[in-house]
């Protein structure tokens, strides 16, 4: 962004004598108004989570002053939802790491070896990439019921990984054609084997665009709440979504315990995005959309 | 002799055979054998037990006369036009923080868009849940507060909706003729991080030439708009719109979640995958779900096919 963006002001400030002046303001306060709206539910999700029932029924709008937080909401939620959490993270790291270890291997063969059944296979792997998923959780659901597996953790991190796999391969292919050849023929040379090469050449290069593709893996896990609420029925199993769901169908609401569950819930995502943030802000680099 | 060189390319490659089978046998596993057995399932009345009974067609033809399967397509038709509006802030909000002069403010913008996206997405559906509730929730108190309550009375009675009343707080997910208008607000402002982001790095490609050109033909905002930005970024517009089809068309679990199982009061809110879902898991016809899911696949199918064959936007 700033490489292509940075000679600007030097640029338009030699051209503006020429035409009508443009004031950032109108935008500012476009942009302002919307994200400020954008940022409501998060606003309240924040100061309700301090209040008990009563006093939010008085004042539901407005922050208390920190004297009067009521931090039992919070650790409320701490306990009730710290059990979800843990396994949520465990799912979706495990089926982050599995999506990406066996993608890379399969963007390696496609982009690497001329082997026979090659484009026949490729073929296999474009069509998922035009159908749909929908309209089949009936049978994966029945398919996992006669592999034993409903009501496990394990099916979430399988249906993760093969779920991730024919987009990440897509992408992660052409990725992989691009590392300039000389490098694998050198490490031929040097008698690295395929896996060598994938480790010490493959994973370097490709490291910006893995960060980008196991990031958005890695929220797609977290946000799923549809398959866990089909296959999970033991409340110590249950991911976040599910959690999140029983507490939302409770008959009475207390309303500042709920939001104290909601704000903690999104702590994880939190950290992981200060330590991200580049991705994001930085914008995708220009090459996650190609292809 | 290409046939020679083959062979030593076997006899030298061949463990990279190795490196796709797990990739293959997951795919076969998890995506293939789903459609060919959902494919076998939906001709069977079939409870998920042992029990199945080989009806031929029956499912297929019932899908086709039945009302609330077929009133769920125009849900989603409803839906689709209102994600097509929907998609048009993120964009305009792109263009917006792409004009500014100043790089910080442009970096301030972003970090503020990527906030949301910590929040769980189920969290932030509950929140506006919350904020419809017709109680305590925040979008009938800035109606009261607002006066427009009264306006919407008024037009009420002008029009003998029947909906709006004075005294009687806005029910908004559980007045049926409420329900796809409450879909339309839900998520306003509609800025979709994902899409702003994506539009950037869209954007980023525009050299600053291109508007000091524009700036001395005397071209306004608006024909900036049309004539540099917009061509820019159809490609990331045309890919979020066929990921925001395949979603709309599939998805149900917003449906499921903001209203019930059974599309909400009196149903409006039904859409072809939560009608999947009531039939197996609700009423336990799994045959017939399954007929339906290969009918909605097949739509969906055919729909990319049009939307890769007819809306290509070459770069």
Redesign the interface.
């Known amino acids: 962004?700033?490489a292509?963006?940075?000679?600007?002001?030097n640029?338009?400030k030699a051209?503006r004598p020429?035409?009508r002046r443009?004031y950032?303001w109108p935008?500012?306060i476009?942009?302002m108004t919307?994200?400020g709206?954008?940022?409501?539910?998060?606003y309240?999700?924040l100061q309700v989570s301090f209040k008990d029932t009563s006093t939010f029924?008085q004042q539901?709008?407005l922050p208390l002053p920190i004297s009067q937080w009521d931090w039992s909401n919070w650790s409320f939620g701490i306990k009730l939802i710290a059990p979800y959490l843990a396994n949520t993270v465990f799912v979706t790291t495990c089926a982050t790491f599995g999506t990406f270890f066996?993608?890379l291997?399969?963007a390696?063969?496609?982009a690497?070896?001329?082997?026979?059944g090659k484009g026949i296979?490729w073929t296999?792997?474009l069509i998922?990439l035009?159908?749909?998923?929908?309209?089949?959780?009936?049978?994966?659901?029945?398919?996992l019921k006669s592999l034993h597996l409903l009501n496990t953790l394990f099916a979430l991190i399988?249906?993760g990984?093969?779920?991730g796999?024919?987009l990440n391969?897509f992408i992660l292919r052409h990725f992989i054609e691009d590392i300039p050849k000389d490098l694998f023929e050198a490490a031929e040379m040097d008698g690295a084997?395929?896996f060598q090469r994938m480790v010490h050449i493959v994973i370097p290069m490709a490291a910006p665009i893995i960060g980008t593709l196991s990031i958005f893996a890695f929220?797609g896990g977290?946000?799923d709440?549809?398959m866990p609420l089909?296959i999970l029925r033991d409340q110590e199993l249950f991911t976040?979504?599910v959690g999140?769901?029983y507490l939302?169908g409770e008959y009475v609401k207390p309303?500042g315990k709920?939001?104290a569950t909601?704000f903690i819930?999104?702590v994880p995502?939190?950290i992981m995005?200060l330590f991200t943030?580049k991705f994001?802000?930085r914008?995708?680099?220009?090459g996650?959309?190609k292809g | 002799m290409p046939r020679y060189t083959v062979h030593k390319k076997i006899l030298r490659d061949w463990p990279l055979y190795f490196f796709i089978i797990p990739s293959l046998v997951l795919v076969v596993t998890f995506q293939y054998y789903p459609v060919a057995s959902g494919f076998y399932h939906s001709v069977f009345e079939w409870g998920g037990g042992d029990a199945k009974r080989f009806t031929g067609w029956e499912n297929y033809g019932r899908a086709f006369t039945d009302t609330t399967f077929l009133n769920s397509f125009k849900v989603i038709g409803l839906l689709l036009i209102f994600n097509l509006i929907k998609m048009w802030p993120s964009v305009i909000i792109a263009v917006l923080i792409h004009r500014l002069k100043s790089d910080r403010w442009q970096y301030v913008y972003r970090v503020l868009l990527v906030v949301p996206m910590i929040v769980p997405s189920l969290v932030s559906l509950f929140i506006w849940k919350f904020l419809l509730d017709p109680n305590i929730g925040g979008l009938n108190a800035l109606i009261e507060a607002t006066g427009f309550k009264s306006v919407l009375v008024a037009v009420d009675n002008f029009f003998g909706w029947g909906v709006f009343f004075e005294d009687v707080p806005i029910a908004w997910l559980g007045q049926p003729q409420l329900i796809l208008p409450t879909l339309f607000i839900w998520g306003f402002p509609w800025i979709g991080m994902f899409g702003v982001l994506l539009y950037l790095a869209g954007l980023q490609s525009i050299g600053t030439e291109v508007y000091e050109a524009a700036d001395l033909d005397g071209i306004g905002p608006i024909q900036k708009f049309f004539y540099i930005e917009l061509p820019l970024i159809l490609t990331q517009i045309r890919l979020s719109l066929i990921l925001m089809v395949m979603n709309t068309l599939g998805g149900f679990g917003f449906q499921l979640l903001m209203l019930n199982e059974a599309g909400g009061p009196g149903g409006r809110g039904m859409v072809p995958g939560l009608w999947i879902y009531n039939r197996s898991f609700v009423a336990g016809e799994f045959g017939y779900a399954c007929a339906l899911g290969i009918i909605l696949g097949l739509i969906i199918l055919g729909l990319t096919y049009i939307n890769n064959r007819y809306i290509r936007i070459d770069k």
Not at chain 1, 37 to 42: A, K, T, Y
Not at chain 1, 112 to 116: A, C, D, G, N
Not at chain 1, 283 to 286: E, G, K, L, N, P
Request: glycine content about 4%.
């Open positions: 962004m700033s292509s963006t940075a000679p600007s002001p640029a338009t051209a020429l035409k443009q950032d935008k500012h476009v942009l919307l994200i709206i954008e940022l409501f539910p998060l309240m999700m029924l539901p709008w066996f993608a291997l399969g390696y063969f496609f690497r070896s001329k082997l026979p296979l296999l792997f998922l035009i159908m749909p998923g929908v309209g089949t959780f009936v049978p994966v659901f029945m398919l399988i249906l990984v093969s779920g796999q024919v391969v084997s395929h929220m977290w946000n709440f549809m089909i976040l979504g999140l769901i939302e309303w709920i939001m909601y819930s999104s995502l939190l995005l943030m994001f802000v914008s995708f680099s220009a996650a959309v």
